[in-house]
C-alpha cells in the first residue's frame, strides 16, 4: 500500500509560480511511476507531467512552463508551476504507479486569478 499526500496548492495571479510536492509513504520501493494530473470543473482529468526511470514527459500545454522532478531519497515528487495561466486551474493530483496496481493523492486546488 502506498499513500500520497499533496500541498502546495493555492491561488496566484496570472503569470505567477506555484510548486506542488507529494510526498509517499508506505510500499514506496513498489513505485516505477509518479506523475501529475490535473482535472478542471466539467472536465476530464488529465495528465500534466510524467516521470519514470529517470525520464521525463510533459502534456503540450504545459511545456516550457513545468518542471516535473523527482527526489528518490524524499520519496516525493515536486511540479513547479511557472508563468501560470487561468486556464491552468483546476484540482492538482499525484499519482504513483507500481506493476500491479496504482495510486492517487487526496489533490489539491490550484487557482490562477486575478
Known amino acids: 500500500q502506498v499513500q500520497l499526500v499533496e500541498s502546495g496548492g493555492g491561488l496566484v495571479q496570472p503569470g505567477g509560480s506555484l510548486r506542488l510536492s507529494c510526498a509517499a509513504s508506505?510500499?514506496?520501493?513498489?513505485?516505477?511511476?509518479m506523475a501529475w494530473y490535473r482535472q478542471a470543473p466539467g472536465k476530464q482529468r488529465e495528465l500534466v507531467a510524467i516521470?519514470?526511470?529517470?525520464?521525463?514527459n510533459y502534456a503540450d500545454f504545459v511545456k516550457g512552463r513545468f518542471t516535473i522532478s523527482r527526489d528518490n531519497a524524499k520519496n516525493s515528487v515536486s511540479l513547479q508551476m511557472n508563468s501560470l495561466k487561468p486556464e491552468d486551474t483546476a484540482v492538482y493530483y499525484c499519482?504513483?504507479?507500481?506493476?500491479?496496481?496504482?495510486?492517487w493523492g487526496q489533490g489539491t486546488q490550484v487557482t490562477v486569478s486575478s
Open positions: 499519482y504513483a504507479g507500481a506493476k500491479t496496481r496504482d495510486w
Open positions: 516521470t519514470s526511470g529517470g525520464r521525463t
Open positions: 508506505g510500499s514506496i520501493f513498489s513505485i516505477n511511476v
